[in-house]
C-alpha cells in the first residue's frame, strides 16, 4: 500500500500527511492479533482518515494554516474504534479547510485532483478521503458530511459515500464546522465494505451529548440483491434546471434498472428543497462562526508573534491563519446571528429547517427511500468554479437538505456521463441504513458500475 501510495500521490495529491511509520507499527500489531487469531474483518486493512478527525500524535490540520502545527493529544471516537478492531492507518486526507467547500481548491496546502481525469476536482470537502480510494490509495477512508462532503466526492470517484443519521456516529473528536449538520462516515470502494466500516464505527458514546444511543445493527445483513416489496420515491425536485442532461441519462437507466430489481418506483415532489440551499448556508455559516471563534491564536494552532496588543494579535492570527472562503462564512454567519438580524436570518432559517424536515417525515410514510443525483454535474474543471462561490454553492443542491434533516444519505456509483463517473443517492428515515445498503448493494451487484477503477 505504502508503494502505491507513492506512485500515485505525484498525480492525486490526496495525503496531507503519509503516516507510514505509524502505519508500520500498526501491521507488526494486526499481524500478531492475526496470528493470535484474534481478528476481525478491518484487522490489517489499510485505512486514511481525514485531516479533520483528531488524531493523537499525529499531525491534524484541517487543511488550514491555522493548525498547520496542530497535534491531538487524543483520538476521536471513531479513530478509538477502528483502532481497537485492528486498523492501519496509512495517512490523513486532505480537504477544504475546516470542510467548507466542494473541491478541495479551498485546502490551504494544495487541490487534490481526480483519479478519472487529473484535470477535474474530485469533488470536497471529503475529496482527499475519495481520491485517494479511487486510486487504490488505501482501502476505505473516513470522511465529513455537514452538506455533502462525503457523499459528493464519493459520486465524483466512482466510489461509495455514506452520511449516517445524524447521532448514528460520534462526533467526539472531530473538528467542529457546524455542530447540528456534521457526521462522520465511511468512504468505500463498494457497499460491502461500507457496512463492515460501519458496524466498527457506530453506537452510542458519552463523551458526544447528540449520539444516539440505538442499537446498532449487523449492516451485512442487509446486503441482499432483491428490491421486491421495496417502495422508493423519486422527488423531482432533485432532477433541477441546470442538471447536465447525461446525469439525468444515467439516472433514468438507473431508475429502471431499480425496477427491474423488484423496487415500486414512483415520481413524487418535495416543494420545500428550492428553500434548502438558502437554508443551509445562513445555518452553516452561523454555526460555524461560533465554532472557529475559539482560534485566537491562544488556545490552539497558530499565533501571530509580531503583534503590539493582545487584539492586535488575535486579528493577525485569523487574518494569517484563515483562507478566504472561511473568512467569507464567519462574516457571513456573525451577521446572520447579529442583533436586529437573527430572527430575520437564523431564526427564519431554523424554521425553513423544521418544514423541510416535516416534508420528508411525511415521503417515507408513502416511501421506504427516495432516489436523487448526488451531483447534478459530472466532476468539474481545476479552476472552472473557484471565482464564483455561488455557483460553487449550487454544486450541493442535492445532497444539503439531507443534513438539513438528519437523515442518513447512502452515493453509490450509478454509471458514467461523458467518460465521468455519476453517483446516485438513496435516502431514508432517521436509522434505516440497512435500506439504503439494500437498494445500494442490489444495484452495485446488478450492474458493476462501482468495479470500475481509473487508470494512474
Ligand atoms: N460544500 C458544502 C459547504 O461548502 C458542504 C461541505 C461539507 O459537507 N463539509 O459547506
Not at 468539474?380 to 454553492?393: A, C, R, S, V
Not at 458514467?416 to 455519476?422: H, I, M, N, R
Request: net charge negative; aromatic share 10%; glycine share 10%.
Amino acid at each position: 500500500m505504502l508503494q502505491r501510495i507513492d506512485l500515485a500521490e505525484g498525480k492525486v495529491h490526496a495525503f496531507v500527511t503519509v503516516t507510514e511509520e505509524h502505519a508500520l507499527r500498526q501491521a507488526r500489531l494486526a499481524d500478531e492479533r492475526i496470528a493470535s487469531g484474534q481478528f476481525g474483518p478491518l484487522t490489517g486493512v489499510p485505512a486514511l482518515i481525514k485531516d479533520v478527525i483528531c488524531t493523537k500524535g499525529v499531525l491534524t490540520t484541517c487543511s488550514s494554516k491555522m493548525l498547520q502545527n496542530f497535534v491531538p493529544p487524543y483520538d476521536a471516537t471513531v479513530v478509538e474504534k477502528l483502532n481497537s478492531r485492528g486498523m492501519v492507518m496509512v495517512g490523513k486526507a486532505n480537504m477544504d479547510e475546516f470542510a467548507m467547500g466542494s473541491s478541495t481548491e479551498n485546502s490551504a496546502f494544495f487541490t487534490t485532483h481526480n483519479p478519472w481525469d487529473l484535470s477535474r476536482v474530485p469533488g470536497g470537502s471529503s475529496g482527499g478521503s475519495a481520491a485517494a480510494v479511487a486510486a487504490g490509495e488505501t482501502i476505505y477512508a473516513l470522511g465529513s458530511d455537514t452538506g455533502g462532503s462525503i457523499r459528493q466526492p464519493a459520486g465524483f470517484c466512482n466510489i461509495v459515500g455514506l452520511k449516517p443519521t445524524y447521532g448514528r456516529v460520534s462526533r467526539f473528536g472531530l473538528v467542529a464546522f457546524a455542530s447540528s449538520l456534521d457526521q462522520i462516515g465511511p468512504l468505500t470502494k463498494d457497499v460491502t465494505d461500507c457496512a463492515l466500516v460501519m458496524n466498527a464505527i457506530a453506537g452510542h458514546d458519552r463523551r458526544d451529548s447528540t449520539s444516539a444511543d440505538y442499537p446498532v445493527p449487523d449492516y451485512t445483513k442487509a446486503l441482499i440483491t432483491d428490491l421486491h416489496g421495496l417502495k422508493i420515491g423519486i422527488p423531482k425536485e432533485y432532477f433541477v434546471e441546470g442538471m447536465q442532461r447525461s446525469v439525468k441519462e444515467v439516472m433514468d437507466a438507473a431508475i429502471a434498472k431499480l425496477e427491474e430489481l423488484g423496487a415500486q418506483m414512483e415520481e413524487t415532489s418535495l416543494p420545500h428543497t428550492k428553500y434548502a440551499l438558502a437554508v443551509y448556508y445562513i445555518i452553516a455559516p452561523s454555526e460555524a462562526s461560533a465554532n472557529l471563534a475559539r482560534y485566537d491564536g491562544v488556545k490552539y494552532g497558530y499565533s501571530a508573534q509580531d503583534a503590539e496588543s493582545m487584539w492586535d494579535a488575535m486579528q493577525k492570527t485569523r487574518q494569517y491563519g484563515f483562507g478566504p472562503e472561511v473568512k467569507r462564512r464567519i462574516m457571513l454567519g456573525t451577521y446572520a446571528l447579529s442583533a436586529g438580524y437573527y430572527d430575520a436570518y437564523y431564526l427564519k432559517a431554523q424554521k425553513v429547517r423544521t418544514l423541510i424536515r416535516r416534508e420528508f417525515d411525511q415521503a417515507f410514510e408513502r416511501f421506504d427511500a427516495l432516489v436523487t443525483p448526488t451531483s447534478p454535474t459530472v466532476p468539474f474543471k481545476i479552476g472552472e468554479k473557484t471565482d464564483d462561490p455561488l455557483q460553487m454553492y449550487l454544486s450541493d443542491v442535492c445532497t444539503l437538505p439531507i443534513n438539513i434533516a438528519g437523515i442518513p444519505g447512502l452515493s453509490v456509483p450509478a454509471g458514467f456521463a461523458e467518460g465521468l463517473p455519476v453517483g446516485m443517492q438513496i435516502l431514508g428515515k432517521p436509522f434505516s441504513e440497512e435500506t439504503l445498503f439494500r437498494i445500494g448493494y442490489a444495484y452495485e451487484q446488478a450492474t458493476g458500475w462501482g468495479k470500475m477503477r481509473p487508470s494512474i
